[in-house]
């Protein structure tokens, strides 16, 4: 089992930065891709950013030039730096690592970006 903590969500004005991070612990041996999703009330989950173990990024659409995702594969913790947030950014974001084909999921963390 993999267990996954993160931090750095809150209330943020539109414009502002916040930056999450999420540290993996347990059976975290052979752990390749980590990444974030989000999830908006009333929509569906949907991938903002991943990052391979080699360090190739991609992003979603809606994120690119605005949030850079980064790892420290020694501390085995996965960062979303968050900048020039608007409205539409928020939702419950949720870390993501995958360990071989088996994904593992952290609990979210809120994002609120007033206008």
């Known amino acids: 089992q993999v267990q996954l903590v993160e931090s750095g969500g809150g209330l943020v004005q539109a414009g502002g930065s916040l930056r999450l991070s999420c540290a993996a612990s347990g059976s975290i041996f052979g752990i390749n891709v980590m990444g974030w999703y989000r999830q908006a009330p009333g929509k569906q989950r949907s991938l903002v950013a991943s990052i391979s173990n080699g360090g190739s990024t991609s992003y979603a659409d809606s994120v690119k030039g605005r949030f850079t995702i980064s790892r420290d594969n020694p501390k085995n913790t996965v960062y979303l730096q968050m900048d020039s947030l608007k409205p539409e950014d928020t939702a419950v974001y949720y870390c993501?690592?995958?360990?071989?084909?088996?994904?593992?999921w952290g609990h979210g963390t809120q994002v609120t970006v007033s206008s």
């Open positions: 993501i690592v995958y360990r071989g084909l088996i994904s593992y």
